[in-house]
C-alpha cells in the first residue's frame, strides 16, 4: 500500500485511470508532473491497454493499478470525468489507497468530479473543497464546507474544478512536491 | 483531399497525430472541438493505433490518415510537440492536405512548433503567426512576421504557443467553425 516519503529524490506519483475519465484532466496531470522530473505511474483499473475517456478519445493506462499502487509512492492524483469517478467510487481498492495516503499524511489530489472519491473515503466531512460546479451539492451533503476557488487546499488535501483549472491545479500539487520553482519553470516552458 | 464547406451541419475537422506530439495540445485540440459538437478525425500517420507522445503517455489514434484525408473536412489542426512536428513537416501528404486546405479558404490551426509545418507549406511568407519560443526564430528566418500574441489570426490561420494557450487557441477553432456562443458554453462547461 505504500510507504511514507520521503524515498529517495524522484517523487512518484500514482494516477489511476478508469473508463469514462476526462481526458483533459488526466494527460495535464501526467505531462505536467513529468515535465517537473516527477516519475508518473498512470495505471488502469482494469489493466494495462487503451482506457476510453469522457469524450471518446482512448488513453494508454502504462500499468496496471494493483502493481503500481504496490510500489512506493508519495501522492495519488485523481482526473475527474463523471464515468471515470464513478468508477474509482466503487472501486474499494482505489478508496482504500486513498484514506492510506491522507493518513499517512502524504497529498492526495482530486480534481472536477473527483473530489467526490475523496467523500466515499470519508475525507470530506469538515474539509475545504471545491469541485465541478455539477457535484458541489453532492459534497456538501457530505459535510465538506465547499469552496469556489480554482484551486482550493486543505491540509495534504488539494482539489480543484475542471479541465480549465487542470493546468494550475497540477502545478500545485507538483510545487507541493518537488518545490514552487522547479513548478514554475514547468509553467513557464509551457507558455501560460 | 476534401472539399469546400459547408458540407453539412455538422463541421469535420482533421488532426494528424504523429510520434512525439505533445499530449497536451493534442488531447485539449480534440476535446475542446468535440465539446463544441465537432467531429474530429483523429488520425495516425502510421495508422490507427497507440501513438506515443513526448511526454511518454500514448494516445490512440482513431484512424487512419489517408482515409481520414479522403472525407470532406472542414479545417486542419496541428498539435505541436518537436517530434510530433518534425513528422508532419517531413509527411508529404501532411503538408500537401495543409497546403490545400488553405488554398480552399479553409481554417488551419497550428500550435507551439507546428506552425513550422505552415512554413514547410510555403504558408509563413508575410504571414503573422505566433509559436512555441523555441522555434520563432526558424519562422523569422522563413519570412513570417513573428508575433508573442497567446493566440494569432491571419486570415485562415490560426496559430498559438503552447500547451498553456492550447485551449484558447481551441476554442478560438471552435468558434470560427461554430460560433463563439458555442465556444463561449464550452468554455464555461470547462470552469476556465
Not at 482550493?152 to 497540477?170: C, H, I, K, N, Y
Request: charged residues 25%; negative net charge.
Amino acid at each position: 500500500m505504500g510507504v511514507p516519503y520521503p524515498r529517495d529524490m524522484t517523487k512518484r506519483v500514482l494516477v489511476p485511470l478508469a473508463e469514462g475519465f476526462e481526458e483533459m484532466e488526466a494527460v495535464i496531470l501526467v505531462d505536467v508532473l513529468r515535465r517537473a522530473g516527477i516519475d508518473v505511474a498512470l495505471a488502469g483499473l482494469e489493466g494495462p491497454g487503451p482506457v476510453l475517456g469522457s469524450r471518446g478519445s482512448a488513453v494508454v493506462a502504462e500499468g496496471d493499478w494493483d502493481e503500481a499502487a504496490r510500489e512506493p509512492y508519495d501522492a495519488i492524483a485523481l482526473p475527474g470525468g463523471l464515468g471515470g469517478t464513478r468508477a474509482m467510487c466503487d472501486d474499494e481498492r482505489v478508496v482504500e489507497a486513498v484514506r492510506w495516503n491522507h493518513a499517512s499524511g502524504r497529498p492526495t489530489a482530486a480534481l472536477c468530479a473527483a473530489p467526490l472519491v475523496l467523500a466515499r473515503a470519508g475525507l470530506a466531512e469538515g474539509r475545504a473543497l471545491t469541485s465541478h460546479p455539477s457535484v458541489r451539492d453532492d459534497l456538501a451533503a457530505q459535510g465538506a464546507a465547499v469552496r469556489t476557488d480554482r484551486v482550493v487546499r486543505d491540509g495534504v488535501l488539494v482539489t480543484s474544478q475542471g479541465p480549465g483549472t487542470a493546468m494550475e491545479f497540477a502545478l500545485a500539487l507538483a510545487a507541493d512536491l518537488v518545490g514552487q520553482e522547479a513548478a514554475d519553470e514547468v509553467s513557464s516552458a509551457m507558455c501560460r
